[in-house]
T-cell receptor
Framework: GAGVSQSPSNKVTEKGKDVELRCDPI?????LYWYRQSLGQGLEFLIY????????KSGLPSDRFSAERTGGSVSTLTIQRTQQEDSAVYLC????????????????FGQGTRLTVV | KQEVTQIPAALSVPEGENLVLNCSFT??????LQWFRQDPGKGLTSLLL?????REQTSGRLNASLDKSSGRSTLYIAASQPGDSATYLC???????????FGGGTRLMVKP
């Protein structure tokens, strides 16, 4: 696609329910990133994918959070047993991820999914 | 651990002023640095990307400079307009396949 696409754009869920957030990166981008932005806060790194593998999961806040990426394209972030503190905007970004400096590794972000846990 | 700081946290200027936003980072061994704009309730829009070998990049009224040795970057906005009002974020990447580390942002308001 032309840009990074995230769905849904808004999600309201009850405390304790599971949610899935989807990210469709720019075609051909091998690197994919998930960030979280709580109200009035900065961007918090969650997880990074290179292809289908996740070399850096250091930012996942708890074992209720997991993410996968299949086929080197679409990624899903799953939050189990949601809590009110999970309410935030979840942002996805992609870039070429190539090591060769000739490749432009500019990161492009989607519009985010606003998650509200009630 | 890479830390990124942006000063000031908020800035209010009258329309037409030239302004400078600052970004500093603790680990100078960066791969590149990227400036973004975020409008309220929206995602991030990429403004400029500076590779580690570059000193500056320009796009329209925006000019970003990079001084790796001192761990600093500046975003210069010429002839500011009310439409420039947004939060400006800088982010650094330590290697091509590495995550972006963000600063806290500068919230800019340009008054008509």
């Amino acid at each position: 696609g032309a840009g990074v696409s995230q769905s849904p754009s808004n999600k309201v869920t009850e405390k304790g329910k599971d949610v899935e957030l989807r990210c469709d990166p720019i075609s051909g981008h091998t690197a994919l990133y998930w960030y979280r932005q709580s109200l009035g806060q900065g961007l918090e790194f969650l997880i990074y994918f290179q292809g289908n593998s996740a070399p850096d999961k250091s930012g996942l806040p708890s074992d209720r959070f997991s993410a996968e990426r299949t086929g080197g394209s679409v990624s899903t972030l799953t939050i189990q047993r949601t809590q009110q503190e999970d309410s935030a905007v979840y942002l996805c970004a992609s870039s070429s991820g190539q090591i060769n400096p000739k490749f432009n590794t500019e990161a492009f972000f989607g519009q985010g999914t606003r998650l509200t846990v009630v | 651990k890479q830390e990124v700081t942006q000063i000031p946290a908020a800035l209010s200027v009258p329309e037409g002023e030239n302004l400078v936003l600052n970004c500093s980072f603790t680990d100078s061994a960066i791969y590149n640095l990227q400036w973004f704009r975020q409008d309220p309730g929206k995602g991030l829009t990429s403004l400029l990307l500076i590779q580690s070998s570059q000193r500056e990049q320009t796009s329209g009224r925006l000019n970003a400079s990079l001084d790796k040795s001192s761990g600093r970057s500046t975003l210069y906005i010429a002839a500011s307009q009310p439409g420039d009002s947004a939060t400006y974020l800088c982010a650094v990447r330590l290697s091509a396949g590495n995550m972006l580390t963000f600063g806290g942002g500068t919230r800019l308001m340009v008054k008509p």
